[in-house]
């Protein structure tokens, strides 16, 4: 409670300042603004809040039980009275609302699309998470609660470093070295808060109005979104059967200077194609030549079920171009807020800076805690069984689509990541079916989020990995009951 501001004091008037303080108080009570029940700061805290003497204040309080308006509690302290003076109404002083747009100017931001998922019980065919019910979520507690009471460890509970845990980037750095082939350090790894904040910094970093950045025709909405915040004039290319057409990101470059190039070449973010290995090599050859940066987000490269994964562009980059982010919320659980941002030493200290001016840190603990899950082998067993079974629940959801669905929807069979790409026949509207699906119990994306530069797609993602068997059967009932209606 902000005292020294709602009290006035007059040291010019006759009246003694106990008493201003008292009729202050009062004043407040009866308005309702300090409530009944609510404990007074000690008499030496009040005076140090409002520059008295203690015996001001004592004298003050004095006052305040003598009229009613406070009671004491032996060894608790005082308190406003439940029983006020007579004089006061029945029912405080309603406060004023508070205000809905501020005195001042400023620029809106607008609002980035996001799947805003219903509670459960409602199904969800959502844009690809994981199944938050498969996560070592016993062994990530009992780590952090050990880390937090290790007498050793209570330099994580203080300010720590920006760029984020050492043990962690040490651990990470050991496994993008031994899983995706990048010859890094940890001097080359700022830990963020997800893939979405190393994104946003990376744009914060590189962009200025006007700047050229190049993305595909269909684009993982976010990252539109922040590019076009941070002024980015955006270039869309066609995303074919193998991935981003780079011939026509070369005839991009012939005509401008380019900034920056986003792409997802692993699974392609919506259409969950894969960039073909020529195409790898002519975009690297392209970012060296022209000169501009290419941020790779890798966000599932974890599941990948056909064949071995493919190795990132950034284990193929020897000019420094490649900026290659992923996120630990694909990995375990989309609330668990930790992902990485991957580049040259020089840009990482800049990147870091920024961060530091508008999220200082994150949980050291929780890195300290992943760091273990890492070098325990954890996170590899709890990756071995995820991908068992999120391989399992895409055979399963392709299936029943086949044999539930076999005309009113097209797709290609994933070759990894978390979700099926569905085109729907032209006839069905989607939006409508949307509707249709979560009236029956099953939450279905109309597409919008996917039309950024390529609209009347007629398509969206179905989410696997976060649903069993028994869940995706009842899913493609519905979505099957639902479209009988309409089509």
């Known amino acids: 409670m902000p005292y020294q501001t709602i009290i006035p004091l007059d040291r010019a008037l006759d009246q003694p300042l106990y ?9 407040e009570i009866r308005r309702g603004i300090i409530a009944v029940g609510t404990r007074l700061p000690g008499s030496r805290v009040l005076a140090e809040r409002l520059g008295l003497n203690r015996q001001t204040i004592i004298a003050a309080y004095d006052e305040l039980v003598a009229q009613g308006w406070l009671e004491s509690r032996p060894r608790q302290g005082l308190f406003v009275a439940p029983r006020l003076p007579q004089q006061v109404p029945a029912a405080p002083v ?4 508070y205000p809905v747009h501020p005195a001042f100017a400023f620029e809106p931001v607008p609002t980035v699309a996001t ?19 498969l996560a070592p979520l016993d062994v990530l507690t009992r780590a952090y ?9 209570r330099q994580y509970l203080r300010y720590g470093s920006p760029q984020g845990s050492a043990h962690l980037r040490e651990a990470l750095a050991a496994d993008l070295r031994d899983t995706r082939g990048l010859a890094i350090t940890a001097e080359n790894i700022l830990i963020t808060r997800g893939s979405q904040q190393s994104i946003f910094l990376t744009a914060h970093v590189l962009l200025r109005p006007g700047d050229a950045v190049i993305v595909g025709e269909t684009n993982y909405f976010a990252a539109t979104a922040t590019f076009q915040h941070h002024g980015g004039r955006l270039l869309a290319v066609p995303v074919d059967a193998h991935g981003l057409d780079v011939d026509a990101v070369e005839r991009l470059c012939q005509q401008q200077p380019v900034r920056l190039l986003y792409v997802t070449p692993h699974h392609h973010h919506p259409t969950t194609v894969t960039l073909r290995a020529d195409r790898r090599l002519k975009l690297l050859r392209l970012a060296a030549e022209y ?8 966000y599932d490269f974890d599941f990948h079920y056909t064949g071995s994964p493919i190795l990132p562009l950034a284990s193929a980059d020897t000019a420094g171009s490649v900026i290659y982010v ?17 580049a040259p030493s020089a840009l990482v200290q800049a990147v870091t800076n920024v961060r530091r001016l508008i999220d200082r840190q ?4 929780l890195e300290e805690a992943l760091a273990e899950l890492y070098q325990s082998g ?35 069979q994933p070759s990894g990541g978390m979700a099926v790409w569905a085109r729907f026949a032209s006839e069905i509207n989607l939006n409508a079916l949307s509707q249709k699906c979560l009236r029956n119990g099953l939450y279905l994306n109309d597409g919008s989020l996917y039309e950024w530069q390529k609209p009347n797609q007629n398509a969206t993602r179905l989410g696997f990995a976060s649903l069993n068997d028994t869940e995706l059967h009842e899913a493609v009932a519905i979505l099957a009951h639902s479209l009988q209606s309409l089509w």
């Not at 008493?19 to 004043?27: D, F, M, P, R, S």
């Not at 309603?94 to 609302?97: C, D, I």
């Not at 709890?382 to 895409?394: D, I, P, S």
């Open 115 to 133: 799947q805003v998922l219903p509670a459960l019980p409602v199904l969800v065919f959502n844009d690809g998470f994981p199944d938050v019910r």
């Open 378 to 412: 954890e996170m590899s067993r709890h990756l071995r069984r995820a991908q068992r079974v999120y391989e399992g629940r895409r055979d399963r959801l392709c299936t029943l689509l086949r044999e539930q669905l076999p005309t009113a929807l097209h797709f290609e």
């Open 291 to 298: 000169g501009f940066a290419i941020l790779e987000d890798d």
């Open 94 to 97: 309603a406060l004023p609302a």
């Open 19 to 27: 008493q201003q303080v008292a009729t202050g108080l009062a004043a």
């Open 362 to 365: 994150g949980d050291q603990v």
């Open 145 to 153: 609660r050990a880390i937090a009471r290790r007498p050793s460890s």
């Open 326 to 342: 992923g996120s630990l919320g694909k990995t375990l659980m989309p609330a668990l807020r930790v992902g990485y941002l991957v």
